[in-house]
């Protein structure tokens, strides 16, 4: 403690000068927290961690943090930028958001507060936030009294989705003040945001049971969206680690038993991932601490689910109508509480359900994400490309790494760098990546459907580096890169029996690809972890599961979009579209025939009949890839012979 005071201390002289208006910035910050002895990684991180209120709030962090195993972990932040509602329109729409918890539960809408998605989530280094809050900054000077208020929004329901919509023209004119954001965020703080380019809506109830859907647009219906409103322009971050983890909050003290256990001080919040679960007993929950950084299993009757962006930091709030900024922008991040009260005769009218059909009349404009009666349903799978081992040998890792564990390219097939792995260069023994000839395959695919105008809403993968980065390249042919983003889906990866060993490979994770560049969406939640998958599974476990992971794609996507992409492996166009049929798995020994023929980049197509639930194979939008091999060649071997 008094080492903490003495650091204390030497902040005083700076605290006795004369105020000044605002916040302090973070170079002033920086430069007492360097002056205290804390490296610049680390006091970066604090400032970024706590929003940069000021030097008190990072010394805290810091102290807390001091056997974070991540604490020196050079991962930067994931930010977003939404338009926040304020006023009288925020009062309708939390209380929207209490009523619908408490008649309906919770659904996906309720783990964020209501809010326009302006663009898709993207990372800065700590040492350019506060260049990239400065980019809101002078991005919101320059629009700010040109954007038509109130915004007009339009009520849209679905079979799964409630929803507030902006009409097109002034939707148009918020994606420009979105894209005005970004090159200023690219000029400021070299860092690429990518604008919304769906339409763009406030979400109000997500992923519901059906039958609550005449209760949730009787509730909707009585927002009124004509009420007064100043939208604010916020930035926001969170922990990249965490992105699909469940959060929960500290309810109750507890004091550790033994040395695996967490210490849990209420109101902290922690990051509980089902994948990790396989080592709690029952009662306890394996998680990491927000407060501390810290790891260990605690009892799960001391905790309560929250919401995601509980957690979140707010690196920015700025009006569009006025000239002033929230004094208080840190509040604007608290969970939105209700007193439990819900009026019987409210209860008793929604309950009601009359006849809603007048509710809500069909939007006129074709929106991305909705499914037109007249458009079916498809499904296409295809294998990834080619793959290092299978071309270069076994032993390429061997080859390709020196003692040091530094990749060397030895080959113009090999691509010239490889991302980089926690668990070390090994692991690529057992998770291959493609060659360059595999990312042509690829992109070539890509070109193709985009010539053929196909649009993709959705695409999923197997863990397998090879197939995110086959998605990777389809994307880049389609033009989509950095636009539409792939979910990883280990339920998808090809039969067990057929992993050397006695352990499954080492995935990289969803966040160390985004790290490296690879679209891979990190908010995404598995439908079978990677702790469900079984080494060397029975054939049948493995035509169950992938039957099960598909439909549940399937599901997953319906309403929100047509045309779902599934990257895998040859297995996966045999095991994900047999069954969608309506027929019986194949017995094992016709099913590795099938798969043994087909290629790189095999390609096929599902339609759904109607809607019955049943598929049918049809002919792909694309022609198929075929091409020669290339052996190796030596020239020295070849041509100075004597």
């Avoid at 961690?49 to 810091?62: E, H, I, M």
């Avoid at 000029?187 to 763009?200: G, M, N, R, S, T």
């Avoid at 009666?373 to 799978?381: D, E, G, I, T």
Wanted: charge should be negative; proline fraction near 6%.
């Amino acid at each position: 403690m008094a080492a903490k005071e003495d650091l204390y201390a030497k902040v005083t002289p700076r605290r006795q000068r004369q105020s000044r208006p605002g916040t302090v910035k973070h170079g002033s910050n920086l430069d007492v927290l360097l002056s205290m002895g804390f490296p610049k990684t680390r006091a970066l991180k604090a400032l970024v961690s706590t929003g940069g209120k000021n030097v008190q709030a990072a010394c805290d962090w810091l102290f807390s943090h001091v056997d974070d195993p991540f604490l020196d972990d050079p991962l930067p932040r994931e930010y977003v930028l939404y338009l926040r509602p304020s006023g009288p329109l925020l009062h309708q729409l939390t209380h929207f958001w209490q009523q619908s918890r408490l008649v309906c539960g919770k659904n996906k809408a309720h783990n964020i507060f209501p809010h326009i998605t302006l663009c898709q989530f993207f990372m800065c280094e700590d040492a350019k936030v506060e260049a990239l809050s400065e980019a809101l900054q002078t991005t919101v000077a320059k629009w700010r009294g040109r954007i038509p208020m109130p915004l007009p929004l339009e009520l849209y329901t679905s079979s799964t989705f409630v929803g507030l919509f902006v009409e097109e023209h002034v939707a148009e004119v918020l994606k420009s003040f979105a894209s005005d954001f970004a090159t200023e965020a690219a000029a400021k703080a070299d860092v690429h945001v990518e604008p919304h380019k769906k339409q763009l809506h406030v979400t109000l109830a997500y992923h519901f049971q059906t039958n609550h859907l005449p209760v949730l647009e009787k509730l909707a219906k009585n927002v009124d969206v004509s009420l007064g409103c100043d939208w604010l322009s916020v930035l926001f971050s969170r922990d990249i680690r965490f992105a699909n983890h469940e959060t929960l909050q500290v309810m109750y003290p507890y004091a550790p038993q033994n040395e695996d256990e967490l210490e849990l001080v209420p109101g902290d919040f922690i990051f509980m991932s089902p994948v990790e679960q396989s080592s709690a007993s029952e009662g306890w929950v394996y998680g990491s601490s927000l407060g501390t950084g810290l790891s260990g299993l605690l009892p799960e009757n001391y905790v309560n689910r929250a919401d995601e962006s509980d957690t979140w930091v707010v690196h920015g709030s700025h009006s569009i109508l006025n000239c002033a900024s929230p004094s208080n922008p840190g509040s604007i991040v608290s969970g939105l509480l209700f007193d439990g009260q819900l009026d019987d005769s409210l209860l008793e009218s929604l309950l009601e359900a009359p006849s809603l059909s007048g509710l809500c009349p069909p939007m006129q404009m074709s929106r991305p994400g909705s499914q037109s009666c007249l458009s079916k349903r498809r499904l296409f799978v295809c294998r990834h490309g080619e793959r290092m081992d299978v071309v270069f040998g076994k032993h390429w890792v061997t080859q390709c790494f020196d003692s040091k564990g530094r990749y060397i390219r030895s080959n113009l097939n090999m691509p010239s760098s490889l991302p980089a792995r926690s668990g070390g260069y090994r692991d690529y023994d057992k998770d291959c990546p493609i060659t360059v000839f595999g990312s042509t395959q690829a992109r070539l695919v890509g070109e193709a459907l985009l010539e053929s105008h196909t649009t993709l809403d959705f695409i999923y993968c197997s863990p397998s580096l090879r197939c995110v980065q086959t998605a990777q390249h389809i994307l880049q042919g389609l033009q989509q890169e950095g636009k539409m983003k792939i979910r990883v889906e280990p339920g998808l990866f090809e039969w067990t029996k057929w992993v050397s060993g006695t352990c499954l490979p080492n995935w990289i994770s969803p966040a160390e690809l985004a790290v490296a560049n690879l679209s891979v969406d990190t908010t995404y939640r598995p439908h079978i972890p990677i702790s469900k998958l079984v080494v060397s599974e029975s054939y049948d476990m493995y035509i169950s599961r992938s039957f099960q992971v598909t439909r549940e794609i399937l599901a997953e996507c319906k309403n929100l979009g047509n045309t779902a992409l599934i990257v895998a492996h040859a297995s996966s166009l045999e095991a994900c579209t047999r069954q969608l049929q309506g027929l019986s798995p194949q017995n094992s020994k016709d099913f590795v025939q099938v798969v043994r023929k087909i290629p790189y980049l095999g390609f096929c197509a599902c339609e759904e009949m109607g809607e019955t639930g049943v598929w049918q194979l049809v002919d792909p939008p694309i022609l198929p890839l075929t091409h020669g091999p290339n052996h190796s060649f030596n020239w020295r071997e070849m041509l100075m012979q004597d």
